[in-house]
DNA sequence: TATTGTTATACTCTATAACTATA
DNA sequence: TATAGTTATAGAGTATAACAATA
């Protein structure tokens, strides 16, 4: 197989992303939330034990969440208290109220997506959600290296 | 319907629009372009106008692309004359070796992007490809604001 | 006076290096 | 001495504002 006239895949999905950012980014402004902080506290769903490691899940450096961390405590939304067996590392956990706006904003947002997903048909929606999931847990090394098989 | 149970779009969509675009960076070193290089590359399969029509055309800033046009220009992969009827326009479009280079690069790209789909199940990738296509072609008003339905 | 393309400047985001406090 | 977190600095990428040529 040669020809199948279709645009790169990168060429669609990274304006998509792009243009999914700044329709979602109104939600976001809504709970006072940066995209950073969203993104951390979707994270801390289960919490975690060193802002490094927090930071590399998210794919972030570690001194780039420093603020955003700094911001969603002084706002209650998370804890990051020192852990006593090693006290230079900081536990992170959501509280309560870092749930509720967790969940309000990410329901807004899910909510607007249902409703361009519905312009899908049922199939193409289907199959749509199920390759994204798929190919977003894919790790880096094989979405850089699959098997020839097409070509 | 409430619970979907799946990650946020956009949160799927823009880590593996990065992880692509990092994929498919050797191939572009290789071809001795540049992300934009590349970008311009292809859009200028249908000649253009002006040179802020690209830049609109292809989501950049009109005064970001003018060194990668001179670049493409000196290395002869495209042409940039003043439009005689206005000399403040430049028309631009492909050379034969600018087109040579376009398809070799998009060739290799889309090789290895097939083989990641390859890894998809027939009815996921067509699912996908479709609604990849539908949505990428989208204007950006119609993904603010789909027409409620399922929220 | 308005517009195309260009250059110069400023701003945002991110990464690198240097520092502190613990171990 | 090594590591977690922090701060200060520098770099990439981008946009904004000012400019020259043309209409």
Request: cysteine-free.
């Amino acid at each position: 197989m040669a020809e199948t006239g279709r645009p790169d895949l990168a060429a669609m999905i990274v304006p998509l992303g792009r243009a999914l950012m700044a329709v979602e980014q109104p939600v976001l402004d809504a709970h006072g939330l940066t995209m950073w902080g969203y993104v951390v506290l979707l994270r801390l769903e289960e919490s975690v034990r060193t802002q490094s490691a927090l930071a590399q899940d998210i794919g972030a450096d570690k001194t780039r969440i420093i603020g955003t961390l700094d911001d969603l405590q002084d706002r209650g939304l998370i804890e990051r208290r020192p852990d006593p067996d090693d006290r230079r590392v900081r536990l992170l956990s959501l509280t309560a109220e870092g749930r509720r706006v967790r969940d309000s904003a990410q329901g807004a947002i899910q909510a607007r997506e249902n409703r361009l997903l519905d312009r899908l048909s049922p199939a193409d929606r289907e199959g749509f959600l199920n390759a994204l999931q798929f190919l977003a847990a894919l790790p880096k090394e094989e979405l850089a290296d699959s098997p020839g098989g097409s070509e």
